[in-house]
């Protein structure tokens, strides 16, 4: 098993990156996100790599972090997700919009990953939303997103979201507005006051 790679990169193709490790070269498929990255040739590159062993053939996929693995490997554990389509996520999404956009269990945002429809959007969503916060990485307030997503998040810190939301603000934006709204204010603040300092927030 390939677990890392370290070398001078040799050339970078449309969805793959050729490294040069001491005269030998190894071709690793990459995202889109990963590949913009990376350096041009001839420059140093480090890559995690997930190595696919099959009986016809053995292939490498590259990634900048190791979160980004993990969560190629996660994608797949959802059925109708390959490693096609994991890479068109992680090449929309980075770890931390995904680990967002599954708390809040926003379809919308995954579905714009090429080749990833309704359903399939639908499905990781709902299959990987008790597992999302283990590999959230960057991503904040995760828990608040959760109840959000869920339903279960107390009225006034539901209606001030939706609020900012309908203000043109992403959920996403709106939940960390909120959940910062939260802490100045402390507990038992109202919708108004949330909505209010909220808004300071994003303004910032």
């Known amino acids: 098993m390939i677990g890392k790679l370290k070398g001078t990169i040799d050339e970078i193709g449309e969805d793959y ?3 040069d490790v001491h005269g030998v070269c190894y071709v690793a498929h ?6 913009s990255k990376l350096g041009s040739a001839g420059e140093a590159c480090v890559l995690f790599i997930e190595t696919y062993v099959r009986e016809d053939q053995l292939k490498l ?5 190791a979160l980004e693995r ?8 959802v ?16 770890p931390g919009e995904l680990a967002n956009a599954i708390a809040l269990q926003d379809r919308a945002a995954v579905s714009r990953a090429p080749g990833v429809g309704p359903k ?6 709902t299959e990987l939303k008790n597992r999302a916060p283990a590999f959230a990485g960057e991503a904040i307030n995760i828990g608040l997103k959760q109840e959000l997503g869920e339903g279960v ?3 006034p810190v539901a209606d001030a979201v939706s609020a ?31 909505i209010r300092l909220g808004l300071k927030e994003l303004a910032r």
Do not use: H, I, P
């Not at 993990?70 to 554990?77: G, K, M, R, V, Y």
């Not at 399939?120 to 969503?125: F, I, P």
């Open 153 to 155: 998040a107390a009225a």
């Open 79 to 94: 059925q109708g997700v390959g490693a096609k389509v994991a890479l068109a996520v992680l090449s929309t999404l980075t």
């Open 17 to 19: 990156v050729l490294v």
């Open 30 to 35: 990459c995202s889109a996100r990963t590949l």
């Open 120 to 125: 399939v959007a639908m499905r990781l969503v």
């Open 70 to 77: 993990e969560w190629f490997n996660l994608l797949q554990s």
């Open 61 to 65: 996929f590259g990634f900048m972090t």
């Open 164 to 194: 900012l939301t309908n203000l043109g603000y992403t959920r996403d934006q709106a939940a960390n507005a909120v959940a910062a709204a939260m802490k100045t204010a402390g507990d038992g603040a109202d919708s108004a006051k949330l």
